[in-house]
């Protein structure tokens, strides 16, 4: 069963941070590399970064620098470290396989204020 659920969103001033994390079930997580995407209001949704089953990450040219992505293994669990956030960052963010299924969790809301 696919199941994925973020969480750690919120409301944060331009240049604060915050810590997302993702709970992926198993059947997701142990063979495929994860992802966190966003969606801001009136756009489509983006990979904003992923990593590999082995530790190797890649991100979006937007958040390069700022977001950093990480994965525990033993805890089906992928997290992303926000930092400098920007109001440009306010999204609903997801996790997913990379590809994705096309099942979705729920999301998590970030707002930057600025």
């Known amino acids: 069963q696919v199941q994925l659920v973020e969480s750690g969103g919120g409301l944060v001033q331009a240049g604060g941070s915050l810590r997302l994390s993702c709970a992926a079930s198993?059947?997701?997580?142990?063979?495929?590399?994860m992802g966190w995407y966003r969606q801001a209001p009136g756009q489509q949704r983006e990979l904003v970064a992923r990593i590999t089953s082995g530790g190797a990450t890649s991100y979006a040219n937007s958040v390069k620098g700022r977001f950093t992505i990480s994965r525990d293994n033993a805890k089906n669990t992928v997290y992303l470290q926000m930092n400098g956030l920007k109001p440009e960052d306010t999204a609903v963010y997801y996790c997913?396989?990379?590809?994705?299924?096309?099942?979705w969790g729920q999301g998590t809301q970030v707002t930057v204020s600025s």
């Open positions: 997913n396989a990379d590809p994705h299924y096309a099942v």
């Open positions: 198993g059947a997701i997580f142990s063979r495929n590399p």
